[in-house]
């Protein structure tokens, strides 16, 4: 069994991620999806990968996928990242939360009777046309029984569980056309769900590994089970390989790019939850669990400076009229980068016309 560097895992996966060197907009964002929580922040993201702005048209949809978040996916792959991580019905805790899984149980639900439930009220409520948050959460506290329904305080009044609405996207029902916007999926989804998952599992490992299943699960929020059978059902497509004394899954064919990975070159400014920095495997990203404290704080993550495929920095950005004022912050003494053009490019994708870069 082979032994991979994390150096070499990480460099792998800087070339599934485009980081190393930008592509067109669709190839980026069919990669692993990218997510748009905070709102706006997939474009940071896209731009960090393609040399063109987001697709015009629909051959991009925005949907509640990976871990229930919005996520900017090919429309023609939708089923890749929502229905191939939903596992079987006595599985689905892992889908909706444990919380709202306990909650329907005390109420006397089952998880699939419950999701059916509200995809009937879904279907049924925007069938005229996408409804705004407040809208779609009035439709279906018109259409659902109180035991569905959970108490807001700050809005005093109730919603649906947002482990249950946020769902619809993963079971193919719901897309989101505008920010905290929902529409009826269209098309419907058709792809064969036996492909869908053997593609799921093949993107991951592709952007992620060398991975263990667990990271997998992790990555979708799915259940741990489901998250194996999607590997073990690639079949001899996949082999092991050890990283950090692991045992850890890669994909057959990639195992060249894996041992002598092309090179990164350039400049990215990463959002703290782009898609490489949110990666399951964080302690090959950062082993050092001083800063990875500081990478991922329960809110108000950092963005991160990568030059060249390292990480060499951090950085945070707030506001000031047309200005982004941009503080950055080197690690472990590393010599930053002229970093102007990136930051300007996303002072503009913020909605700014200029960065003004600061020391932190």
């Not at 080197?330 to 300007?344: H, K, N, R, T």
Request: proline share 7%; with cysteine; aromatic share 4%.
């Amino acid at each position: 069994m082979r032994t991979v560097e994390p150096e070499q895992a990480l460099a792998y996966r800087l070339v599934g991620h485009h980081l190393h060197r930008r592509t067109d907009a669709l190839t980026a964002i069919g990669a692993c999806g990218i997510q748009d929580s905070p709102p706006g922040w997939a474009a940071v993201a896209l731009h960090a990968r393609s040399h063109e702005d987001r697709p015009t048209g629909r051959s991009v949809v925005q949907v509640n996928a990976m871990r229930n978040a919005p996520h900017l996916v090919p429309r023609a792959d939708v089923a890749v990242f929502t229905l191939a991580a939903i596992p079987p019905d006595d599985e689905l805790a892992a889908v909706v939360g444990r919380l709202v899984a306990t909650e329907l149980a005390d109420a006397g639900y089952g998880i699939r009777e419950a999701l059916d439930r509200v995809g009937d009220a879904a279907r049924d409520a925007l069938a005229d046309g996408p409804l705004g948050r407040d809208e779609l959460h009035q439709a279906f506290r018109e259409r659902l029984p109180d035991a569905l329904l959970a108490w807001c305080p700050g809005c005093e009044s109730h919603h649906l569980r947002s482990g249950l609405w946020r769902t619809l996207g993963r079971l193919g029902i719901t897309e989101m056309p505008a920010k905290a916007t929902w529409s009826l999926l269209d098309p419907p989804v058709t792809a064969d769900p036996v492909q869908a998952r053997a593609e799921l599992a093949r993107r991951f490992l592709r952007c992620f590994g060398p991975a263990t299943h667990g990271e997998l699960a992790t990555w979708t929020q799915t259940s741990t089970r489901h998250a194996r059978r999607l590997i073990a059902d690639l079949g001899d497509a996949v082999e092991q390989v050890l990283l950090a004394g692991r045992k850890r899954w890669v994909l057959a064919d990639e195992t060249a790019v894996l041992d002598d990975p092309p090179t990164a070159r350039g400049v990215r400014l990463l959002g703290g939850f782009d898609p490489y920095v949110a990666q399951p495997d964080r302690a090959t990203l950062v082993p050092d669990r001083a800063l990875a404290r500081r990478m991922f704080p329960s809110v108000g993550r950092p963005g991160v400076l990568l030059h060249d495929g390292r990480l060499v920095g951090l950085w945070r950005a707030r506001k000031a009229g047309s200005v982004l004022q941009v503080r950055l912050e080197a690690l472990d003494g590393a010599d930053l980068p002229d970093v102007q053009e990136e930051a300007d490019a996303v002072a503009r994708l913020r909605g700014c016309d200029e960065a003004q870069l600061r020391p932190a």
